[in-house]
Structure formats: C-alpha cells, structure tokens
C-alpha cells in the first residue's frame, strides 16, 4: 500500500530571503519532497502557508498518511481552526514529522501539552548526529554517527514529555547536546521530532538527513483505520453493559442524555 | 517543609442538586479539604469556579504547590487565560492532581495533548480498584484491591498518552475496565489522575478513596524551586558558547534577536 | 520480504493430559502454526522442548525473525545455554511472541529483570479482553472487547517493568483485572506478551485470540538487519575520536586492552 | 526517618594501582560515605568484594534502603547468590544507585535485561555534563551544566532499555555523547545510573558529582513498607474470588497445588 505523504511548509524564507532561494529553489517543501520521491514514495504532495486553510483542507488532510511539517517564522499564522483539524487526524491515526524549527509549530506544541522550548545559536558549527537507539527503524541504513558541516545549535534542556524512544542524540561544536530524534503517540498517531534543518545551511540536501526524514515518514505510517471516534464519549447505558447489571441509587444524568465537556 | 494544597472546585453540582449538596454540604471542594487536613497536611486552600479568575490567580497559584481539581458541569466556564496560568505552573513544578470527571477539565487536555475520551455509564454500580504497582507511595496504606459500592463507570479506550505509571487498574460490575491511577510528567510538573468520584456518590467519604488523594498530593509535590525559565527559548551567543567556536557561514538572525515562536 | 516465525512449545500438557491432546491434537505449536499460515505468514516452523537444543540451535535461531513462546509445566527443563541464545537474537533485533504462562518462561524473565509474578485461578471464568489501545497494529481488526467463555484467572499485580504501549486489559468474571497484552524492547528486539491460552480450553481455537497472536508477530518483526554487535563494548582509540582530541592524564588501560566485564 | 544507605565497592584498584590509591586513600566507598554524610545522610556503611558474602548477606540488606555500586575489574567475582539477593532486595524496594563502569556490574545487567554495551576511551579528556531535567530532584542544586575536566568517554549506543526519565546526558571533548544520568523501576526499587566516575581521576572528589550521587540516593529512596512477595504467584480459589464465581469446565491443576515455574 503506498503511503499518501504530504509535506507542508510555510515557504516564508524562501520568498523573503535570497540566501535560502538559492538553497533551495523549489522551496523546503519542494526539497522535501523530491527527496522522498527518490526514496521510493509514490505519492508525495506539498502544502503551503498561504494556500486557502494552508493547503490543509478535509479534503488533503483526510488523504494523508503522514505529513511532514517544516515552520518558523511564521507559526503564529497558522490558523487554530487547522491545527485543530491537523491534530485530530494525528489522534485519528495520521503520522506526523515535525522538523528542526517546527518544535515550536502550534500543531506539535499542542500534541506535546508542553513548552518546547531549548537553547539556541546560529553559528554554522558542526553537529554530530549520533545514533542511540540503532535497531530502530528510523536508523536503518544510516551510520552510527554523522557530521552536518554546518548547522544551528539547539541545545538542552528541551521541554517535551518523556518520549517513547530516543532515537539521536547531536552533539554540537559548540558544546551542547540535544535529543534530536524522539518518538511519542497520540492517539493512534506516532509523532517524529528530528532536529537539523536550519534554512540557512543545505542540510536537506544531506543523504544522511534525508533519509532520517524518508525513514521517519515509513516509521510514522499507521495503517489501520483511522480511529474516528477518538474524540467520542460514549454513554453505555445499562442494557447495553457487557455484563448484566441493574442500575441502583441516585443518578444526575437523564437517560439518553450525553456527558459533559 | 509543608505541602501547599489548593482544591479547586468548580462546586455548581452542590448548589443545583440536592441529592449532591446532602452528600457534600461543605461542597466537595469542603470535603476534600477537611480529608486533606486529616491526612495530615497543614496547609489547604479552597477556590472555586465563582471566585474572581476562579480563585487561581497569579498570587494564589505561586503560593500552590499542588493543585487538586474536580469540575464536571461547568469545563467551559473556566476561562483560557486561567487555565494557561495553570499550565504554566504545573511546567514549572506545581503538582496537579486531577479527579474523576477533571479528565475532560481543559488544564488536563491541555497537559495531556490528546483527546482524555472514554466510555461511561451511571448505574452505581460495583467499582472494584486494583493496585497494579503496589511499592508505589501513590499505594501507599492501601489494601491491594478495594470496592466502592456505587459509583459511576468509565472504560476504556481512555485516550491519553502513554503514562509513565499505571498504578491502578478498575473493574466494573457491568463488565468495563479502566486504568484509573495514571501519572506523568510535563516539565517539572508532576501529574496524578485518578477516576473514582461521581457527584452523586459519597465517593470522597471513603476512606479508601481519600488515601490515595492523599498520597497522590504527596507524590506530586516537587520541591525543586520553581523552572521558572521553562518557557524561555534563549540564544547562547557564539562567544558563551561553553566550548570555544568561530562563527562561520551564512547567518538569517540579527545579533540579539529573539527567536521565532 | 516474509517473516520467519518460529513457534516454540515445552509440548509436555499435550503428551501426559487426554484432554489438552484433545484439544490440540497437533500440539499447541501446531495449532498456532497453522493459524499463522491461515493468517497469510508463509514460512512457519516449531520447535519443542524434546528436539536436540530445544529446537533452537544456532541456525534455527538465525532463521528465525519472530519467536512465538509457550511454555508452563517445563520452565526449568529449557537450557540456560539456550535462554541465553535466544535473549541475544532478541537484543540483536528477533520479535518476541510470549504467550500466557510463558510469563514464567526463563527468556521472558530474563529480558524483562523482574519477577513476572502475578495471581491466578482455573475456574474456566469469562475473561473479556478491552482493547485500550484501538489505533496499535496489533489490536488491527479486533473489536474493541471480545469474550472467552473459558479461561484460567491471570491478576495484577504482574510485577513487569513499566510496558512501552499497554495494548489489552482483562476483566474477569470473578473479579480481577490483568494487564493482558504489553510491549516492550530490549536492544533491537520487540516483545509482546499476550495473556489468554490455559492449555485446558480451546482459546487457541478463538479467532480473536489468533488474530492478535498474527498481529502481534507481525508488530514484533523488525526488519533492521541484526544489530551483531549488540553486546560488544569497543575502545576508541584516541586517534580514532571524532573530534581531535589529545591523551592526557593518567591511565590504567594499555593501549588495546580490553574493557572489564 | 532517616535512608540507610550502604555503599559497595569491589575495592580492586585501591589496593593494586598506587595512582587510584592516592586518589581515594580510603577507596572509592570510603570517598562516597563521606560525601554522602556530608550531604546530611545519618547513616551510611560500606561493604567490600573481599567481605564475606561480599558484605551484603541478609542482614546487611534487609538494613539497606538504598545501595550504590562502584564496581569494574572484578564484576565476575561477585557471587551469583549475593547477586540475585540483590535483585531481590530492589524488586521489594531498596534503592539502587549504579555508578560508571557498575554499567556491566552482574545486579545492574540482570535488572536491565540487555547487554548494557558503550563505547570507551581512557584519554582523561572533558566530560560536559548536561541537565535535560531540570525540574528532577536528581538534579536539584545543579547548574544547567557542569564540566569534568578529565574523565574516561563512555558512548552512545549504551544498550540499556528506554528509560523512565533521562535527567542528564554528556558531551564528550572527542565528539562523543551517553545518556549519563537514566532511571528505571523494576518492582517497587527505584534504579538510578550515573556515568562519571573513573578510578583513574578524582571524579568522586567533585562537588557537582558528589551531589548527583547524593541527589541519586534520596530519589531512589523507597519509603514504602517492602514489598515481600513481589516474586510469590498465589492461588486465588473459587470461594476467595472477589466476585462469586462457580467453577465450570476442565481443570488441570489440583485444588491447593502449587503454579508451575
């Protein structure tokens, strides 16, 4: 079954800064997705800020299995009737890559319940990325370590949950270390950080990086159904227990009557 | 060093409903108080849903090192900027020990970043609460199941993440199951919830029950001062950089200028 | 690429008990072999305790991706020489399939670093099995609750480690409540354990059993090549660091000796 | 109530290198006893590889509510009896705080259920220890990082199941990183690991490290009553069952025989 991916950006840089067209002049998302093609997905789209709902629509979001999520400059764009709408799909099932910059989006922050924050410098030091976890799909094929020549720092300590699995851990020249590849669930949907990406450095035109990125796209693919219901609060009245009970005592609730929210 | 516990309340059941004001007449928030002082705790504060900015402002929270909530009715009323003062707070290291129906209470969503849904059925009947984790101080003095004659059902799927401890599991008479003592943390904030506590039951008369409040309080206090910075995103200028680089390469960020967000 | 699944069974019930050969004239291996065939795997094997090395020898293991396990009456007969090797394909990434009192099993044991310990009944009760995790790929297809007319009462506590995803819980008609269906990894190894299958009823004919003995193999695969080094501790030789480093100091290591164990 | 705290080393380089001896003329146990005094710990032993029973029989751990392990050289002298004594011992409750090469010590490997596998360098370069924690009481009175200035690198993958919490990771001078600060639960004992620490420098003279191992033994801490029959597997008969049952169907086990192991 091919894997419906969609990359979405907020293609700000690329329009503002002549640094970051050249780098990438198809855009991040354009990178991204080019990139993804060669790893073997067949069906890869791209969204954007400022398409009508950012390219988010029901429709593309109903359509895709994993998104990809690249954002910076402009996270307080991002409407909150689409991060609602990005979050109950993650809930529903969807995958989502959240990357580099992107720890600060509204759609992960909300998936987190948590700050988010970490350190920072833009000195175009060296990161070294280092594998912790190195039976872990999202590793498969890379090294057990490798160099990005120039990247920012983010540096520790980096306010997320607990996650399931660390997966890379970077050490920067600089002298920092960041927990750059961590893994949660919400709901049926698996959530990937990857930390390299700065916009002013060719970082996604890494092999190494790419394939984190294509591999995480693999990793947070969650075939089943989506778990459409999720947001549901079910009453189960008393004919329908499992086992039979007869109700006794007091009850606020009229029957047929829903829960409280 | 004494614990500071605040219940908040949301107390609109007691004043609607008879049946729940015989049951409470100092209001659930009163009960919980008076167990608190009980058990032992020499410092407890009330505040309520009425109260200007519910009883939670910035004074009184600063002065909470752990905070119990119940509300059920009335989870809309409880206004954004309150409930962000809350989160803060609980990111920085306030305890947070939520009860019963507080699973769809917006501080709770909010920390969880799913949807905290499940099934449920108002039958009073027989809960049945298992210690799953029994050296946990969480079970501290508890037996290693115990009943509560009529209660409320919740069952599962309960959609939060993963917790980092199930430390009690209950059965339902009609047939349910419900991993009902859950913790996690979110920054330095530890969190307890914990299902038993329908309005329409002496639930928080049991002694069982208000055990294991007790030592959720207890175990959810942080003594760490305040992660009062755990919101903040700073930069680390190259020359604090801990150890020593040249900035190098292309640069989008202005010496001194904030990150985005 | 097709998993290798191999089914390991102690096979004693089925040749001292009338009634379990009865029930799985082929063994319970072969119940489950075939069922796996049914549920599309195509290479199946099984080993009982009574072949040479258990049926686990170097090769067999080598060949094998996911290791189905069920064991009760003959725990202590398996060789440590073999629990050994089969820990060390699970740590070097084989899936583990450990099934009801396989909790006992020395491999199972050994992987956790906990007693595994729980209470038990045969009284053949209802056991009804709640999904608590719909959205997990080894819940693909069930119901949300399914129930065996007969099964043996497992209950909490189950000392085991804190799980990665809690994916089934049982209620009992007697009363108690069991963590039923767990994940966790060990190195590159995935472990499942999943509860129902007392020898002495048709659990093993239940389509939902089998379909979430399928499921869990299939979750349990990892299709990484075997992490070969898993155990290894090397030296890096200060020449040989990343970052260019100079020796200084005191030492107690010659150069090319090898770390203590 | 004051932690009875026993510190174990295997006391090995003390008494063969004259470099280490210099360093901690009262070893490496008689170093961290005075620390951990100093940090206002009442009542501290220590026990030696060379005691009878290794210093820890029976008595001398049911005395222990927290123990920390320095070992290294000598891990394969260390008895198999007094070892699963031990593991005993955590499982009902008592602390376990495993310091640097203890990584490979027989009660660590045996908790942890994998390798516990690192790379190593003995080249006395800077060790930069990192709080990802802050809020942890582990790392209480910490600064955000602190430096060793010369230390043996330990590097990631450290093949350790996931843990509860990472409370603090290492940049290493060469360009490696560990996780150096994890913790876990198996049964009611509470596991801290703490990387820094080589014979050959005066780590446990540091006061930062000195107070994570202080830090590392009041959170390990278990004040709850053992937990005795964390490894018992009892019977649960018909009439004793919390809700009445009748028993029904095939039985193969015998009324009062015992479960199988």
């Keep these: ?143 057990r370590h490798f160099d990005i020549a120039q990247e920012e720092m983010y540096g520790e300590p980096f306010s997320v949950p607990e996650p399931m699995e660390t997966v890379f851990i970077s050490w920067f020249e600089g002298g920092e270390v960041f927990r750059s590849g961590l893994t949660w669930r919400r709901g049926a949907g698996k959530i990937f950080y990857f930390r390299p990406g700065h916009e002013a450095y060719p970082t996604y035109r890494d092999p190494n990086v790419l394939r984190v990125v294509a591999n995480g796209v693999r990793w947070a693919h969650n075939p089943a159904p989506a778990w459409s219901d999720v947001t549901a609060a079910p009453n189960v009245p008393v004919d329908k227990a499992p086992s039979k009970i007869v109700a006794k005592g007091a009850s606020l609730h009229k029957p047929g009557e829903g829960g409280f929210r």
């Design 1 to 143: 079954m091919s894997i419906r991916v969609r990359v979405w950006n907020e293609n700000v840089h690329e329009r503002t800064s002549e640094l970051v067209r050249e780098l990438y002049p198809d855009g991040i998302h354009g990178a991204l997705a080019a990139a993804l093609l060669g790893h073997g997905f067949a069906d890869v789209e791209t969204s954007t800020l400022e398409q009508p709902e950012h390219g988010l629509g029901e429709a593309a979001l109903a359509a895709t299995d994993v998104l990809v999520w690249w954002g910076h400059k402009a996270h307080g764009d991002v409407s909150d009737a689409v991060v609602e709408r990005v979050v109950k799909r993650v809930w529903e099932g969807m995958g989502l890559v959240v990357l580099h910059s992107g720890h600060f989006s509204k759609p992960f922050k909300r998936l987190m319940g948590s700050p988010c924050a970490l350190k920072w410098r833009e000195a175009g030091e060296v990161e070294r990325v280092w594998t912790v976890n190195p039976g872990h799909p999202i590793a498969e094929g890379l090294p």
